[in-house]
């Protein structure tokens, strides 16, 4: 990977977005409720795959949200993993999804 990779939010589709230079590798959406926010799905480009830009993107969403004084609901599989594997930094930022979801 030569392009430094960075993650900013666009709030108009609701997501996080993973930048490697100009291009959109990946992205994680979410749902904003109030002081919540619902991390539904995650994804990374099969172009950028295998270069550890999930963590990337999930590291840089999280902290926003985080930043922000957002309450993390992790319903995304990959975004649940990340929060388990990191719980020391987001334990106190944690509600846990709905059965079912």
């Known amino acids: 990977m030569s392009a430094e ?3 900013e939010l666009n ?3 609701f997501r996080y977005e993973l930048l490697v230079g100009d291009q ?7 749902h904003d409720s109030g ?5 539904t799905h995650s994804e990374i480009d099969d172009a950028f795959a295998g270069q550890g830009l999930g963590k990337v993107l999930a590291g840089g969403a999280l902290d926003d949200a985080v930043a922000r004084e957002k309450v993390i609901v992790p319903v ?3 975004i649940a ?3 388990r594997k990191n719980m020391d930094r987001y334990a106190g930022h944690l ?3 709905p059965e079912g979801s």
């Open 5 to 7: 990779a960075r993650v």
């Open 11 to 13: 709030q108009d589709q």
């Open 24 to 30: 959109v590798a990946g992205f994680a959406q979410f």
């Open 35 to 39: 002081n919540r926010i619902v991390f």
């Open 76 to 78: 995304c599989p990959f």
């Open 81 to 83: 993993a990340y929060v």
């Open 95 to 97: 509600q846990t999804p």
